[in-house]
């Protein structure tokens, strides 16, 4: 019997159902991925190109609009996460989507969308890159939005605000705006959006004193410029960028992966007379066929899939709950992880030039964007399999050992990227621009180099990075996972596993912490709020993913007493028939305070690893222990 009354048996029986649940998730080609579910900006976006692509079809158009209706809350709005806030932006493009899907002004829900948005400042209060939709068929000015020269392109590495500055997904985006930004295209379409509009004055201009007072002045230059531009540098700089967008489309089509720069560079190569038969053209649209989903709610886009990491997390989870390292489940993910290492250089080249390639990246193809935090948790699955490819390992460390950064810290996929004057730029204002290094990466890596033997001196930086990291309350700020309970999950047990004494002072403060935020329930649980607001750091809605976070930390630091236990009666009590828990509140993070993510595996996957750890069935165990 547990502390909390649970009896272990019961706790046993969860993680064997659990357990077969996640090996039933498998593809046959050994590869796990969970739906990635984001908000309906991104298949508001996807019928607006479709539309100006002219592929547009009234099937796919019914379908989405189901989605998009589905999702609209009770005051009209449509928000960025589930639960969260009205979001002005989201709710304009979905009224602008479904508009062109067929409803009507007048219908009620779209009365309603109506009332909220003029209510909250109308079109006039939304951010660029909605009007930038806006624009491109007539309904927002060209004149009214932040000009993005193509000749950013020809900005040497080392000048302030070239697309090196920006980071990887930022940069993809940039290049493919500026493309769309000299043209200032417009595709006619038969609706208007007047009843939006409340006819809202300008913000005052910044003062010259301050960067965004600047930059401000410097976009009314570039307007004038705009009407007429230096012709053959104009010319050089979009056939320099039409380059630089081809050379980086990926096997599956996308670029990078991810939806923002994929439809950008769409747009962009079709204004550069790529017909809808090109090569990169039609690879772009087949290729957005594999992120499309269909069913009886409705079709949706996934902005991103996670297959490398969703296997690479599944692999270690079994491991720790006592899958055997040679079962067919994980020497078929192990073949499928090791084949997906990238043997080619990428962006991250441009500052580490003398870096030999490896790396692993999130997606199915993603050649150009390994990313840090992808390559330590496949060399994590690896130590925990005890894989026999040691070149793998050893390029996958050395890979790792050169993208630290300078302060001792890694970032995502660059190193340094850290030049936060790209986000004083009145064209970006929406979402993260720059790619610091953040403590969740930071963990990843220090327990991967710590456990596979990677150096010493890397480590020591890392951990030293870390603990001046460490919030004033004890917890750890969390980029891609929500938020202070993500962060703190990844970091304890990275330090305990790099060697650092449970009993050290970060550590008790980490625990305390997590205590002190554990739910009535049991569970844990953070609203996406917190990244704006404090209030909400380390409160909301329990969840099994976040519960999971906690119990990862709870246990590498050797507690297993009341609030452990009654975690773990949390995931006992919670869990569905069909072995996973049900988990609507977004846990992921694309941009802190803009962009979420429902990662639909790690409701599973979290889980399994902190049930098995707590019954020690795996290879996993806490020096603490």
Known sequence: MTPAGVPEAEVRKCLFRATDALVARQHVEGWWKGELETNVTIDAEDLLLRE?????????????????????????????FHGGPADLSTTVEAYVALRLAGDRAEDPHLRAAATFITGAGGVEGTRVFTKIWLALFGLWSWAEIPVLPPEIVFLPSWMPLNIYDFACWARQTIVALAV??????????????????????????????????????????????????????????????????????????????????????????????????????????????????????????????????D?????????????????????????????????????????????????????????????????????????????????????GIAWLEGMQCSDGGWASFDVDN?????????????????????????AHVIEALALLGGSRTAVERGITWLLNAQEPDGSWFGRWGANH?????????????????????????????????????????????????????????????????????????GERGEPTARGVGYLVATQGDDGSWDEPWFTGTGFPGDFYLNYHLYRLVFPVTALGRYLGEGRWQSSAS
């Not at 039609?282 to 297959?307: K, V, Y």
């Not at 404090?534 to 630091?557: E, F, K, P």
């Open 418 to 442: 850290t030049r936060a004057l790209c986000r004083t730029l009145p064209f970006c204002d929406f979402g993260e621009l720059i790619d610091p290094p953040s403590a969740d990466v930071t």
């Open 485 to 557: 309970v993500y962060g703190t999950g990844a970091v304890v047990p990275a330090l305990v596993a790099a060697g650092v004494d449970p009993a050290h002072r970060s550590i008790r403060r980490a625990v305390a912490w997590l205590e002190a935020h554990q739910a009535a329930d049991g569970g844990w649980g953070e609203d996406l709020r917190s990244y704006r607001d404090d209030a909400y750091r380390g409160r909301g809605h329990s969840t099994a993913s976040q519960t999971a976070w906690a119990l990862l930390a709870l246990l590498a630091a």
């Open 180 to 309: 769309v930004s000299a043209h200032r295209p417009t595709h006619a379409i038969e609706l208007t959006i007047d009843e939006l509009r409340v006819g809202a004055t300008p913000r005052p201009r910044p003062p010259l004193t301050t960067w965004e007072g600047r930059f401000a002045l410097l976009d009314r230059l570039l307007h004038r410029y705009e009407h007429r531009p230096v012709r053959w540098l104009r010319r050089a700089a979009l056939d320099r960028a039409e380059r630089w967008i081809v050379a980086r489309q990926e096997a599956d089509g996308s670029w990078g992966g991810i939806q923002p720069p994929w439809v950008y560079s769409l747009i962009a190569l079709h204004l550069r007379g790529h017909a809808l038969d090109h090569p990169n053209v039609a690879a772009g649209l087949d290729g957005l066929d594999g992120f499309t989903i269909e069913d009886a709610e409705g079709r949706r886009i996934e902005a991103c899939q996670s297959p490398v990491w």
């Open 311 to 395: 296997t690479a997390l599944a692999v270690t989870a079994l491991r720790d709950a006592g899958t055997a390292s040679d079962d067919e489940v994980l020497a078929s993910a192990m073949a499928y992880l090791l084949d997906q290492e990238v043997t080619v250089r990428g962006d991250w080249s441009v500052r580490r030039p003398e870096l030999a390639p490896s790396g692993w990246a999130f997606e199915f193809e993603n050649d150009h964007y390994p990313d840090v935090d992808d390559t330590a948790e496949v060399l994590l699955a690896i130590s925990a399999t005890g894989s026999a490819d040691r070149g793998a390992v050893a390029r």
């Open 52 to 80: 100006f692509l002219g592929v547009r079809t009234e099937a796919q158009s019914a379908a989405t609009a189901r989605w998009i209706r589905a999702k609209q809350r009770t005051d009209g709005s449509w928000a960025t």
